[in-house]
């Protein structure tokens, strides 16, 4: 067991490293920024996940309208799928690749954004929400992994963890989101 544990930290360990190469922090920061500001001009964050991604994208939400270090506005941010009967409505009625546009649909306006998550970069719901997003003039924000090059046309911003390995992904994804929490919180002034 120890040598699974070891092996694990280590990983976790290298990749961490390797979230300081070039534009890594760079890119953090203009994702932070343009959050900031569509949040400052009345805008919505709406995110979206699949199994632990859709974990982190409901974490992430909850920082942004609860509280993250301090006490300020709740900010208006949403996961997309914690609705479970409107969830496995659209799945059974239209298709499971449908259930995150459909509310974009519904709810998305220009200037809304879109923060999607998808360790593969592949799954067709989470591209399907990134066009559809896209068409109605949202800024589209994509977490991703190594091969996530399917989210690339439909990404404003497009973070890719360099790693293949799913649960490191999602680790790392976590830490960024959390760190862009931590930069609007910071930067929020009342309004």
Request: net charge negative; aromatic share 8%; hydrophobic share 45%.
């Amino acid at each position: 067991m120890q040598t699974i544990i070891q092996k694990a930290l280590e990983e976790a360990w290298r990749l961490h490293e390797a979230l300081f190469q070039p534009g890594m922090v760079e890119m953090v920061e203009r994702i932070a920024y343009t959050m900031l500001q569509a949040l400052r001009q009345g805008h919505k964050l709406y995110l979206c996940g699949n199994g632990g991604s859709a974990a982190e994208a409901q974490h992430l939400a909850a920082e942004l309208t609860g509280r993250y270090y301090r006490d300020r506005a709740p900010l208006p941010a949403e996961a997309l799928h914690v609705n479970t009967s409107y969830l496995t409505a659209v799945a059974n009625d239209y298709g499971y690749e449908e259930v995150f546009a459909r509310l974009l649909r519904a709810w998305g306006k220009p200037g809304d954004l879109l923060w999607a998550f998808s360790t593969s970069g592949s799954s067709p719901n989470i591209l399907r929400a990134l066009e559809t997003a896209r068409a109605l003039g949202m800024v589209t924000i994509g977490f991703t992994g190594a091969g996530g090059d399917k989210m690339a046309p439909w990404c404003d911003y497009l973070l890719r963890v360099p790693s293949h390995d799913t649960a490191r992904i999602q680790e790392a994804h976590l830490l960024l989101g959390h760190i862009i929490c931590q930069l609007i919180e910071a930067n929020w002034t009342e309004p």
